[in-house]
């Protein structure tokens, strides 16, 4: 199996950037534990999952339990783990009169490299806008936190052919001045919201479309090589059964797993599936 990423102008813009040339474009799978499993039980979950995961991987391996999870998986994980940790939010001001919030500085001294922003859930079930979903990523970004941008149209949308628009929308919104260095850490996330939780996984086709979508958008904003090398990652029912079929399109990146990142079994059979797609890439 052969996948054609476009490794070589990536790099070049990367060295323009500064950054380095293994981060360009490796897969990148992240578990999205959503609100579940208390302290204890991730701790568990991690010591019987990382000695299935491949090791050393040569994708990224992200997980992003519930903040107050976040030290009981990083002490299970270990300081030598190649397993990263991400978070499902945060609040864009680093401290201050904010009850129940938590902010950036206080992730990134957990450990946490990566934070989940715009999430279809936030925004439809706690009302977060454009305009925070913007201020989060620039949080993030001056912690030095990698966001992940979550974006997606919901059924209706699609159904009135506003997938495209809402795509453009949601990434303006999300990340309008943003520099190229800045650019430079942002994933995005594809989430079509009928496919997230529903067992009805976008198509390879229709996840290619929207991220061609997306790609394109970036080329016009930024540039063709900061398209070429922001990582796309599709989310939405990804299971092991069709997670292979999605990654061998060299337009999705990753995948951001929910209900399948919360058993044994099937998390580290998707990565281990993504590090044999990911090898051959
Ligand atoms: P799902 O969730 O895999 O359970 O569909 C994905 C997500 O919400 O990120």
């Not at 996840?207 to 979508?213: D, G, W």
Request: proline share 4%; aromatic share 6%; glycine share 8%.
């Amino acid at each position: 199996m052969s996948i054609s990423r476009p490794f070589s102008s990536a790099i070049q813009t990367n060295r323009v950037l500064g950054l380095t040339d293994n981060i360009v474009r490796t897969t990148l799978i992240v578990g999205n534990w959503k609100m579940n499993k208390t302290a204890s039980e991730a701790a568990t979950f991690i010591c019987t999952v990382v000695p299935k995961l491949p090791a050393p991987p040569t994708i990224e391996i992200v997980v992003a339990p519930p903040f107050i999870a976040l030290e009981s998986v990083r002490t299970a994980l270990g300081a030598s783990t190649s397993v990263q940790l991400g978070a499902q939010n945060l609040f864009w001001e680093s401290h201050g009169a904010y009850t129940g919030e938590v902010s950036a500085p206080m992730l990134k001294e957990l450990g946490c490299r990566y934070v989940i922003i715009g999430h279809s859930e936030r925004r439809t079930l706690f009302g977060e806008q454009d305009e925070e979903v913007r201020k989060k990523i620039r949080s993030a970004l001056t912690h030095h936190l990698k966001p992940i941008l979550c974006i997606g149209e919901s059924l209706s949308q699609r159904e009135q052919g506003q997938t495209d628009e809402v795509l453009r929308r949601q990434l303006t919104g999300g990340l309008t001045g943003l520099s190229d260095k800045d650019m430079a850490a942002v994933a995005v996330a594809y989430e079509p919201v009928w496919a997230i939780g529903t067992g009805k996984a976008a198509t390879s086709e229709q996840a290619v479309a929207a991220h061609r979508t997306i790609r394109a958008f970036l080329a016009d904003t930024w540039s063709a090589d900061l398209a070429e090398a922001t990582r796309i990652l599709y989310g939405g029912s990804v299971t092991p059964h069709n997670v292979s079929g999605l990654l061998q399109s060299d337009q999705i990146d990753g995948a951001l797993i929910g209900g399948a990142c919360l058993e044994v079994e099937s998390f580290a059979t998707i990565c281990c599936l993504a590090e044999s797609i990911g090898a051959c890439g």
